[in-house]
């Protein structure tokens, strides 16, 4: 016989094997529920098994935050694991570490829980899974775990079926859920409400794809009546497909909704394997949400053993004149072409080319002029005539330059000004393509002294069937991640999948987009209780590369067939830089308009792109935030205030500032009639002085907010 | 306004365009006939416009070959270029060349053609398209020509719409059309009988994707009732979908059915464009399909400056011994790993790895002894536990070998002796995963001075949702062959797409698989005839590396779980190195049994892989084939012929030789009690002189043949 292994079990055998299912089941159906609360103990985290089907339910101080809900895997091709389990096991642990980030909101961050790992198996099917909880004073994490079994090496994901029973109708804070994009306007409404406005909410993007009219997207930030401020979203999203929330808005029940790969398939794992962590953050003071470091600190430290190459960078970019209309990516007015068959030295320029020679040195004298650390350009590299929309394969190869952009002489130049130019690889969703070159493209970099890219995804992603979240995409931003570490590249990934806390393991990863950034403003604009909100959704999972310091607030000024404005004071736009946590900050408007506004300027050359400590001083999203934040190494504090359309006056309490120490705070504020639509550029700079006692009162505008400087008198 | 150019237009401007339209309409009715015939003037090529529809049509010798056909594409998303079109020009022109290949059967090949280019435009929708015909003295090409313009700059094909219409109720060797493979046995049956065949003619393979009952691969191969032996395939299978063949059963018309890609379409086009050319060889004699070189000449000659570095390759290999079972390509018994976690010198080896040190060896030894260029070795790197049918995507890294195997000593070993190691590339079908690491693969080749890459696509393509002959994997294959080319190496590409005459332009694709190679014999077998029908069906294409010369024809010699035999006598083995022509052949079976037949290996030794001319002696498909053909820059002929089940004798006639030399004739023959199934290894060599004047009368067994080779007397 060839396969001993498979010969039919006696019946003996099969005895034996049915009373150990049925002991198996009885302990099954006689588990006790394993608890584990936070170190505070004001967060109770429960697990059972409920007639076999593994469930958890989260309290916070007595308070219901998830109700009993269901955990489990639908598996293509064979019986899921969402049943028939039994608990082998349940370990409990306390872990309790600071680690010090490679930039960050605070110079060290602690990362404490209480950690219930329950072990479950299906007597069936021989299989085996566990179910880890981390329980920290600021929310719970969760995740999946497959060890290598025999029974259990290769599956595909049908669905995952985690479950989030929300205890009532909550506020939320949401996105249409989209394989593709987060580039929509948040709707705030309540749950009961979201199939209702789903429709309104799914604004034309350039690629999108919504998969329900109640599908929602995370960081998902919810407000229960009571008042407590829950957020729920993921952390570690590793060689996994990315997690949309599917609400039942007759159960206020959320359940996750996987992004299906070309054939529908949300996931191919081999064992050992785990999910990435579920996160629901919880507090009764918003505040918290936007402290936690919960996502973070799920995620694993970084392998990298040299991190000096990773810095926080300031820059300014040679790419508002062209998303606003002034000038363009493409060099000429050709349409159609294929990359390697035009000579551009023998076509017709347009002229409105804004990467030429010329127009970068003014950028990077600017920079040098002002501290900046580095000078981003787009539309450097030929290819940009035909670029988009057609599901174009070979669409750019990142390596070969316009005729006007001389790449070892801008680079030449931008070092002897201590100054870098930032690389752009827009890959217009051509991942196949992009991968080909990569490493070529990094080893160009090497060559010219360019030290971070920014790379985007607009447009469908090439092979079609491939979304912006499935597995093989996510695979493929860690892939770039650790190719640009390889080469000491950091990178800033627009379009790509919203972060989850990955920075911690890969630090060159110091911005994302994933959001509706300032670039909306020039394309019919952002509501003006954006920036409110923002803190609260797509930041948790990580930077944002928002592009403030807009002061030319009507795009008109730059193209005159452009009627957008932003929907934003210019004083708010500077405590953007405070609010907006990113250690890649981009003074995104031109040179010649801060040349018109060089005292409002100030503010952006002066504050910290890196920070010790972070306290939140105000905060309610969709109404306002204030956050004051101590600089890196240094004794200043920055203080940013942004608030929604209806304005409000800020009060607060500078006891965050050094005992026994005076200093000069300058305060960059909205003049008294300014306003978000009417008079948004209306500002006013005041000095005085301040100790910890100090108690300030500020207005903020409609639309509008303040940043403060807190400089130790004497330095 | 902002588009002007999107104005309505003016009723007098419409009725100026509806008089055009009506114009060209009347024009396209009363259009005539073109016609054009080959050089030799047996063959007719007709093009008709029929109210609006391209249509084509094809004699020889007066015969009917192809009835009127419709021409066009169905296009996604917008209307088809099917009809509605006027013909607006049409040009003639005759070409004749001679050109010389890097390596093939003739020294010198002859293109000869009349050239007919019709140019059709849709008055409806201002699109143009272009069919341009080349009539050879042996067949006919067409393709469709895009050329760039504004109302067709990129387009989706839903479907190519490509008619042949034949003439009557064929007899066909045909394979089941798929989108994965080749690999099946030919079914010999006229087309009416082809559905009720098909269902058995589907034997399982490692990835398939049939799409109909009556759907055929092509080359097809077709032998009407009258005598004509027509072939159609396609040459210059370049940025397309490969072309299957869609048979309607009542009509006998075959319709072109291309492979789609994850999303079902069939094509992403830009603009200037072209077709591959479809392919129809005809003639009344069978020989004159095998001598057709129809396909290379439809190609564009090499743009390669240098093509020193590409030169034929006699092998052997570590190879057979793991397709018979005797060995493994795996160094353990692992299963379920994951490559970068494994360490394997702390892993118990499994004792059955073939590619170990001393082995190898042995074989750089054999072929050093015995004149041989190279030996292949498979199963070298990692990974092998654990590669196939999980739809892995990180299978193999393809530069870490087994701790057994010492890449820098063997290669130096083998260079010392004059042989080169062969590297091997299984991919396991994970195409991204073998693009990510193709630069440090073929860097990793050069720098240990391998020459030569077998590639493999076991399985189904990863990421799901491609098939193998889909466009985008069709532009794979090309990017391997262009990056080789790069770094001077040649390939031989196992499961990729059929060949269509690429090695013309990229010589350094010197084999392909794509068919059921010898490896079936290890499987259960091939048909007694399989090698009298390959010649006219998957060789029209290119070369097939289907490593002949196994001398032990029972598998349980070496396996004895392995019940398998080859369908074939020895003596035919040997023939196959002159019928199964190749720029790299291999001699299959193991140095232990060539040791023991050492007289009919020196068949194999002596035989060359590069020819100055060839000539077919005989040709029945199905039944049998023999070729003569003199060795690249010698005055020795080799004759090789192969028969079916049923055994033939064989009156040739040498007239070939050149006059008034005298040859000394080695023939290696089945023995008069050979048979394929009941005595294989039943042969006889004798030697006669001979020369032009000599006819010589051989009987073949069933499932046998000979092999002579003919050197002058004296040398």
């Not at 269901?70 to 039994?86: C, D, I, P, R, V």
């Not at 694993?300 to 053993?305: A, G, I, L, S």
């Not at 939140?616 to 306002?624: I, M, N």
Request: charged share 20%; net charge neutral.
């Amino acid at each position: 016989m060839k396969h001993p292994a498979s010969r039919p079990l006696t019946a003996a055998a099969r005895s034996g094997q049915r009373l150990l299912l049925l002991c198996l089941l009885l302990l099954g159906l006689t588990a006790r529920a394993e608890e584990v609360k936070s170190p505070n103990g004001q967060l109770t985290l429960s697990f059972e098994l409920q007639a076999g089907v593994p469930t958890y339910r989260l309290r916070y101080k007595g308070r219901e935050v998830i109700k009993p809900s269901k955990l489990g895997l639908e598996l293509k091709g064979t019986s899921s694991l969402q049943s028939g389990f039994t608990q082998t096991a349940a370990q409990q642990r306390s872990f309790d570490e600071t680690w010090t980030p490679v930039w960050g909101e605070s110079k060290t961050i602690r990362n404490h829980y209480n950690e219930l790992a329950v072990t479950l198996t299906q007597a069936e099917t021989q299989r085996t899974m566990r179910v880890r909880f981390r329980v920290f004073d600021d929310g719970l994490g969760f995740r999946y775990e497959f060890p290598r079994q025999p029974k259990l090496d290769y599956f595909t994901i049908k669905e995952e079926r985690t479950q989030f029973a929300l205890a009532g109708d909550h506020k939320a804070f949401w996105l249409p859920g989209d394989y593709d994009t987060q580039e929509y306007s948040t709707v705030t409404s309540k749950l009961s409400e979201v199939r209702g406005r789903m429709k309104a909410a799914v604004t034309g993007n350039a690629s999108q794809t919504t998969f329900s009219p109640t599908g929602l997207q995370t960081p998902l930030m919810l407000k229960s009546q009571d008042g407590l401020y829950i957020n729920i979203h993921e952390a570690a999203l590793i060689d996994y497909s990315c997690m949309h929330l599917e609400l039942n808005d007759q159960t206020m029940v959320l359940e996750s909704h996987l992004t299906p790969d070309a054939v529908g398939d949300k996931g191919l794992i081999q064992t050992p394997a785990n999910s990435p962590w579920r996160t629901i953050i919880v507090s009764d003071k918003a505040g918290d949400i936007l402290l936690s470091k919960l996502v973070l600190n799920l995620n694993e430290p970084t392998k990298f053993k040299d991190v000096s190459w990773i810095k926080p960078v300031k820059y300014v970019g040679v790419w508002w004149e062209m998303i606003t209309g002034k000038s363009t990516w493409s060099y000429t007015n050709m349409d159609n072409i294929k990359l390697d068959s035009v000579d551009y030295r023998k076509v017709k320029p347009n002229g409105t080319h804004g990467a030429n020679n010329a127009h970068v040195k003014e950028y990077i004298d600017f920079a040098a002029q002002h501290g900046f650390d580095a000078v981003l350009v787009e539309g450097w590299n030929t290819g940009w005539e035909d670029w988009f929309g057609k599901h174009k394969d070979y669409v750019f190869d990142f390596v070969t330059p316009y005729p006007d952009f001389d790449v070892q002489e801008l680079n030449r130049y931008a070092q002897s000004k201590n100054v870098r130019i930032i690389m752009h690889h827009e890959t217009s969703g051509s991942v196949r393509n992009y991968e080909r070159h990569l490493d070529t493209a990094f080893q160009f970099m090497n060559k010219y002294g360019y030290n971070a890219v920014k790379t985007g995804y607009v447009g469908d992603i090439v092979p079609l069937g491939h979304k912006h979240y499935d597995q093989w995409m996510i695979n493929h931003y860690n892939y770039v991640l650790e190719k640009a570490a390889a080469h000491r590249i950091m990178v800033n990934g627009h379009e790509a999948v919203r972060p989850t806390g990955l920075s911690r393991t890969y630090p060159n990863l110091i911005g994302n987009e994933a959001a509706r950034g300032t670039e909306y403003e020039s394309f019919g604009g952002n509501n003006a209780d954006h920036t409110t909100i923002l803190p609260f959704t797509r930041l948790i999972g990580g930077p944002m590369d928002y592009t403030p310091g807009i002061f030319q607030t009507k795009v008109s000024a730059y193209n005159p067939q452009n009627t957008s404005f932003v929907h934003s004071t210019l004083a708010r736009q500077l405590a953007l830089y405070v609010t907006m946590y990113s250690p890649l900050q981009m003074a995104a408007d031109l040179p010649e308009t801060y040349n018109k506004h060089l005292d409002a300027f100030q503010f952006i050359k002066d504050v910290a792109v890196d920070w010790d400590d972070t306290k939140v001083l105000e905060a309610e999203p969709g109404d306002y935030i204030t956050y004051a934040r101590k600089a890196k190494g240094r004794s200043s504090w920055f203080v940013g205030s942004t608030c929604d359309e209806n304005g409000r006056t800020s009060s607060i309490d500078l006891g965050f500032l050094e005992p026994g120490k005076k200093y000069v705070a300058t305060i960059y504020a909205d003049a008294p009639d300014a306003h978000y639509e009417r008079n948004p550029q209306a500002y006013q700079i005041r000095k005085l002085n301040v100790t910890r006692k100090t108690k300030l009162t500020q207005r903020c505008a409609p639309g509008g907010g303040y940043a403060i400087s807190l400089v130790e008198a004497g330095r």
